[in-house]
């Protein structure tokens, strides 16, 4: 059986071997790396980058780089960079601050495009930061927040009609991997009037969000996953070009303003996506996201969406051969699938160390979930299978009851 899928594996990595980019990025040997979810691997581009401006452009060239190597353009630059692999067209992505202080920005300015609008929808399931933050911005805002399942979405928005604001979700559950409706919730609030602001955290650089396509008015993500920039690369907020001229964000940091350098008392906000600047940003960080970009150039997001279906398909194939009791968390279908697979196990973070402690990393969430995410512009098909032959060795040898997998670290 483990020889029809060895050779699976070789032919699925032969099939898809244009979107191979295993060779643009450093992983150390023998690791099996699932956990692109969490932090990227790091893309060999950047190193002689992060070098580059720390040596020559500080070092040597000092405060003048601001002007001489377009610090100053790097927001929108990056902005941009990160537009193309979302499915922007120019002009209409920033890259700056983190992903919860976008989703304060967009969620705070929404009113801005709708006044008037009180009622902000989003998933009580959602990553902690996207509630927390969505509780502040409606209390500085003076919005109502409604927590409604995204399977529910479309129905409440219908019901809500002219009093929805902003349906705010994340494309993807950041626990089990299910890929919500990005495309019908979006459709749903605009045929009400309304907004939508998507979190791609865990979908930008996997899935073919086609934000354009789709109509999407407001988005955020963050820098340091499948993008792959480094831990805490900044992030990016995405506002629709037909909602530029009345977006008015709530940090209102000289970064954004309209002439930052007249020192002017005054608030103006800048045109375009600019105003969705703040403040100084870590250049170092956005210097080195930039370079990690470029592992991108010359793929097409729709190709890699396939590869990551592949990938993620092969490993429930696998679990079918190898492990066929494990509970899988992800939905099979393939509409209904992030670019990860999610097991459910009573020990599930006993068995994300002692899968660790073999090569293969993952990690683990509350309250019962091995998360396995799936980058595929540096997986094969040939790990895919390693991982499973791996888990299926941690179960049957019961590695997860070793009492050393059982004790936690600050961060899981
Ligand atoms: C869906 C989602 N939103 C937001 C965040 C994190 O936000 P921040 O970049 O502000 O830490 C995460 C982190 O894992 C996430 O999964």
Not at 370 to 398: I, N, Q
Request: glycine share 8%.
């Amino acid at each position: 059986m483990t020889s029809t899928l060895t050779s699976t594996a070789h032919r699925l990595d032969e099939l898809h071997r244009s979107t191979d980019r295993r060779d643009r990025f450093r992983l150390p040997a023998g690791v099996v790396y699932l956990d692109g979810n969490s932090l990227g691997a790091l893309p060999s581009a950047v190193t002689a980058v992060v070098t580059d401006v720390v040596e020559r452009q500080w070092g040597q060239d000092l405060i003048a780089s601001w002007n001489t190597h377009d610090w100053w353009g790097a927001q929108t630059r990056v902005g941009d960079a990160i537009g193309a692999i979302v499915g922007a067209a120019p002009g209409q992505v920033v890259c700056s601050d983190s992903t919860s202080v976008n989703l304060f920005k967009a969620i705070a300015g929404a009113p801005s495009l709708r006044p008037g609008r009180t009622v902000v929808l989003t998933d009580p399931d959602s990553f902690p930061t996207d509630l927390y933050i969505a509780e502040s911005a409606c209390r500085t805002a003076n919005l109502t927040l409604e927590l409604v399942p995204p399977a529910e979405a479309a129905q409440r928005i219908d019901e809500l009609g002219t009093d929805l604001l902003v349906a705010t979700y994340s494309s993807v559950d950041y626990r089990t991997g299910e890929l919500w409706d990005l495309p019908g919730i979006t459709r749903a609030a605009h045929a009400v009037g309304g907004l939508v602001c998507w979190d791609l955290c865990h979908s930008a650089g996997v899935l073919d969000v086609a934000l354009d396509a789709h109509e999407v008015d407001l988005a955020v993500g963050c820098g340091y996953k499948y993008l792959n920039g480094g831990p805490g690369a900044p992030a990016f907020l995405h506002v629709a070009h037909r909602h530029q001229g009345d977006f008015r964000q709530p940090l209102t940091g000289w970064n954004g303003h309209a002439t930052p350098f007249a020192m002017s008392p005054d608030y103006v906000p800048a045109p375009g996506i600019s105003r969705g600047r703040v403040g100084t940003p870590p250049l170092l960080s956005m210097l080195a996201l930039e370079a990690a970009l470029t592992a991108y150039d010359g793929l097409g997001l729709a190709d890699l969406r396939r590869r990551s279906l592949s990938l993620t398909g092969f490993l429930l194939d696998c679990l079918d051969v190898l492990v066929p009791d494990v509970a899988v968390a992800t939905p099979r279908e393939e509409a209904r699938r992030g670019s990860q697979v999610s097991l459910r196990h009573p020990h599930a973070y006993a068995v994300v160390q002692a899968l660790i402690a073999r090569g293969v990393i993952g990690d683990f969430r509350e309250p019962d979930i091995v998360r396995l995410g799936f980058a595929p512009l540096y997986l094969s098909h040939a790990d895919v299978l390693r991982a499973a032959e791996h888990l299926a060795a941690v179960l049957r040898g019961g590695e997860h009851t070793r009492p050393e997998h059982r004790a936690r670290a600050t961060v899981t």
